[in-house]
């Protein structure tokens, strides 16, 4: 099945969510080094990244969204189409309360606000982790979103 959302036949959702993703994961890696090394900086880049996830995660998400509607609904990929979405509606829920538990530092003293935040952050990239490879599952074993060949696939054995 084609993606409706696609430019020039190639779907947009899934190079969308290369920023998203690495911003999900670096997020919560500035977290773990402000953590060691308690500086300014890292708590913003954290911060930042943070909200910078959030917000491309919400950019790559909408033609995600229009796709999941493109599937039809008794397949079993609308199923994992649903727990795909889920999981990444989840993991910005996670980033979004987050940020707010950081707003104007409340969570540079290492405390409750540092810790839950954390947890936010490290249970948002394990949900993404999950709903990455629920997406990969709906690509290679579903075929969605993937362009049809216009020619036969070589063989590689030789002709007898």
Known sequence: MRSKFAIMGHPLHPTLVAIPVGLFVWTLVADIVFGIRQEQEWYNIAFWSGIAAWITGVGAALPGFGDYFTIGRKSSAANIGLAHMVFNVTTVG???????????????????????????????????????????????????????????????????
């Open 94 to 160: 996670c980033y979004i309360a987050a940020m707010f538990m950081m707003f104007d530092n409340d969570a540079f003293d290492l405390g409750t606000n540092y810790q839950v935040a954390l947890g936010l952050h490290s249970f948002g990239v394990l949900l993404l982790a999950a709903s990455g490879w629920l997406g990969g599952e709906m690509v290679y074993r579903h075929h969605l979103a993937v362009i049809p060949s216009r020619e036969e696939p070589v063989s590689w054995r030789r002709a007898a």
